[in-house]
């Protein structure tokens, strides 16, 4: 069985290749190979869709990126075996002769319809599925977004679903997490109202909100805490704030796994589903923080989440304050639960 999917938005292409892999595999690893396309010899992955399952019904060979890798390959007689990539006919010949207990998933960017190799694929009369995964606009991404928050346990209206979905505009991503964050926030069997939304929920645009990460990233302290003031002023409440840092060192996160693995500027940027300003934004964030400083700076935003839920009322400014203060100095977060510690209950 062979499956493809592709297209400009990289959640969905994820948790459609995640659905397929546990379908067949379920919770076994020891069933799935994982290779990237754009490093793993074509030898290699012809080898792996032979490899007959142990203890299992099928083997899943799950391969990132091997159609953008093999971009150049055009005729047959490219092949190379010992190098990345193969041609439209290698990729329709080893769909072709796949093992019945074979299951291939391809998962890829941004491919355009005259694509030789997504042709190639397409046309064969093989037990196949090839799914392009657009990007959400307008109203399917209201509708998924409704769905999503039912699918997780939560409720929210049309018109509240609407200003959420309007607000994070492009990669499903941050959407995703700011649900997550939501139904967290309003708590079980409640649902998420529009000033959940306005108040944890900043936009992407806001270029206020840019420049704090920014200054964070290159340990300007004093830009970060007069932006952060300057944030507050104009409305934004603590939670919101947090909220906004949390997507952003999610993204420096994301992009630091990318780089780790070496995965080119452009496919990383059609993955993510950024604009290629948001991605220069992104790795000059990511260039400043040295190994262990990013999960540290992940452990100093569930700290100021707690404190900010369990703190007097008053505190709640100068949690931020620290919190922003602890991220540009790249300081320890155990710092920051030592000053703003949990209150006993009882």
Not at 172 to 196: C, E, F, H, M, N
Not at 202 to 226: K, V
Not at 246 to 251: A, I, K
Request: glycine share 8%.
């Amino acid at each position: 069985m062979f499956y493809l999917y592709y297209g400009d938005d990289s959640y969905t292409v994820r948790t459609q290749v995640a659905a397929t892999q546990r379908r067949y595999a379920g919770d076994d690893t020891f069933a799935v190979q994982r290779l990237d396309g754009a490093t793993a010899r074509w030898g290699e992955i012809v080898a792996a869709c032979n490899v007959l399952p142990f203890l299992a019904s099928y083997q899943v060979v799950r391969v990132e990126g091997l159609i953008a890798a093999s971009a150049r390959r055009r005729a047959a007689s490219g092949d190379d075996l010992s190098k990345p990539g193969a041609s439209p006919a290698a990729l329709a010949g080893l769909v072709e002769a796949l093992p019945a207990t074979t299951v291939l998933i391809l998962e890829e960017g941004a491919l355009q319809a005259t694509n030789a190799h997504l042709k190639a694929v397409a046309a064969l009369n093989v037990e196949k599925r090839v799914t392009p995964c657009a990007a959400l606009e307008g109203r399917a991404r209201v509708t998924w977004t409704r769905d999503e928050v039912a699918r997780r346990g939560g409720a929210i209206d049309a018109s509240t679903a609407t200003v959420l979905a309007d607000r994070l505009s492009g990669s499903l991503w941050p959407l995703s997490q700011a649900i997550d964050t939501l139904i967290s926030y309003v708590g079980p069997d409640k649902p998420i109202t529009r000033a959940a939304v306005d108040q944890l929920v900043a936009p992407e645009e806001d270029d206020n909100a840019f420049h704090l990460s920014d200054a964070i990233a290159s340990r300007q302290t004093g830009r970060a805490l007069t932006l952060l003031h300057t944030l507050m002023d104009n409305g934004m409440v603590e939670e919101q704030i947090v909220a906004m840092l949390v997507g952003r060192v999610r993204d420096w996160t994301l992009l630091a796994a990318f780089k780790a693995e070496r995965v080119p500027e452009g496919e990383a940027a059609k993955r993510l589903g950024w604009k290629p300003s948001k991605y220069g934004a992104v790795a000059r964030g990511v260039a400043a923080f040295n190994r262990g400083e990013l999960p540290r700076a992940y452990q100093a935003l569930v700290v100021t989440d707690e404190a900010l839920k369990s703190r007097p009322g008053d505190e709640r400014p100068l949690i931020v304050d620290m919190l922003v203060f602890t991220l540009a100095t790249r300081g320890d977060p155990e710092g920051l639960r030592q000053t703003f510690p949990i209150p006993l209950v009882g």
